[in-house]
């Protein structure tokens, strides 16, 4: 979707290059979200370190997923629009210039007509 939009995306592979702690709050601070909303839930850690307790901080948080980087939800897209966690896919229209790309299918073979902005 992103090239269809006319942008070459720039791709960070995150397990092979993790983010740092500065990263993530940084990207985290310009969503406006916290550290749980990019948790990943179904990776095997997650569970493992016991990660639904709410006794986790926020920093502690953002700890595990440096040390574990599987644990961070993805894709997390940024434009000059904004980031976010664009799952399922289509979110990242939200923060696309250009969302008159016709009609998408995705890998599940869902097919997503965007909207042109006005």
């Not at 740092?20 to 839930?41: H, N």
């Not at 709410?54 to 894709?75: C, G, H, T, V, Y």
């Not at 399922?88 to 997503?112: Q, R, W, Y």
Request: charged content about 35%.
């Amino acid at each position: 979707m992103i090239r269809r939009s006319g942008e070459e995306p720039v791709i960070i592979e995150y397990l092979k290059n993790p983010p740092t702690k500065k990263d993530l709050k940084e990207l985290l601070k310009t969503m406006g979200a916290k550290p749980r909303d990019i948790l990943r839930e179904k990776a095997a850690p997650y569970e493992e370190l016991g990660l639904a307790e709410a006794k986790w901080s926020d920093d502690q948080l953002l700890d595990f997923m440096i040390e574990n980087p599987i644990l961070i939800n993805r894709p997390i897209v940024k434009t000059p629009l904004g980031v976010r966690l664009c799952r399922p896919s289509e979110k990242v229209l939200d923060i696309l210039s250009n969302t008159d790309i016709g009609a998408f299918t995705k890998e599940d073979g869902e097919v997503v007509l965007p909207k042109a902005k006005k």
